[in-house]
């Protein structure tokens, strides 16, 4: 791929932060042909671990030494240090000074801009839990954009030789947008460790609950790439199976009453999924909010208007999951 970040005029690539994202893009941009000249970091071992990987990276005492050997510059420390690396370095005119906070505009960066530094952020929508996971899931990832030009189309090419895509957003939609990752990936993460507790309160260890769970949320996640929102929706309240939530929420209650709002709360959010797949009526919508706003004593008489309920028994080991 032809790119003015690797052809014609060469841009030499800097990292001031060594953790998982610096590490990440350092590595993926050298693969790409970007040279990689210096880096520093809080602690200078983190620096020279990020050094061993890409060849002829020069690891600095200081952010002032990265801005010095390099023209475009990543802050990839943890957000709350960006702006205060932006204050403390003399950007020149010219340089280029990026960060990748999902949250924050380009406004973090005004220091350097205010030096006749171009300012950017490259957000990378995507996990980065260690170095090896973030480099292989980076392919195929979308990254928010936010500069002036030329520094914008710069940023676009990056993304494209990092096999991904752009998108540019609002400044002032970038916390909102970020607000929506966290939904997406930390908040699941939250889901599963739930369903991993109550599954260890009838005694299955979290690694055998973690295996038996696994299949359904890569289906799950399977099902919104191919089937797509509403039809993906499974399970009650698609269904509009008033007797089977009120014995999820009588069993709450009883064993786990700190579950019961966030499972409420989540009950409300997916009534209209469950409406716009049409498989439930408004009638029924209706009954399901009534359901969901219920105090604790009070499904247990519902439940007893429902339908004859359906005893299901989850032995591990067998095959008897939630459809
Ligand atoms: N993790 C994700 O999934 C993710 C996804 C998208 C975007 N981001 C963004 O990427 C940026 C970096 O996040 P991360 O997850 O890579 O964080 P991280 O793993 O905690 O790494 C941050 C690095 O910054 C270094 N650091 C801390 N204070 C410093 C200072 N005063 N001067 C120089 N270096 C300093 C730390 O260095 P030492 O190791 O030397 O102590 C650490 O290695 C953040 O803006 C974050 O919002 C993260």
Known sequence: MRSSITDGEVLKVGFVGAGTVGTALAVRLFQRGCPVVAVSSRNFSSAQKLARLVADCRVCQTAQEVADAADLIFITTPDDVISEI???????????????SGAHSIDILEPARRLGANVGSFHPLQTFAS?????????????VVEAEEPLLSRLKELASLLNGNWVELNPGDKVLYHVAAVFVSNYLVTLVKLALDLWQGFGVPPKEAARALLPLLRGTVNNIDNVGLPDCLTGPIARGDLGTISKHLNALEAKNSSLLTTYKDLGFQTIPIALAKGRIDEHKAQ???????????????????????????????GENFPG
């Open 131 to 143: 170095v090896r996971e973030a480099r292989d899931n980076l392919p195929g990832s979308t990254f």
């Open 86 to 100: 932006a204050s403390e370095v003399k950007w020149h005119k010219g340089q280029n000074v990026i960060h990748c």
């Open 287 to 317: 009954e399901l909010k009534t359901l969901f706003s219920l105090p604790g004593t009070l499904y247990e008489a519902l439940a007893s208007c429902c339908t004859t309920l359906k005893g299901r028994t989850t032995k591990f080991g």
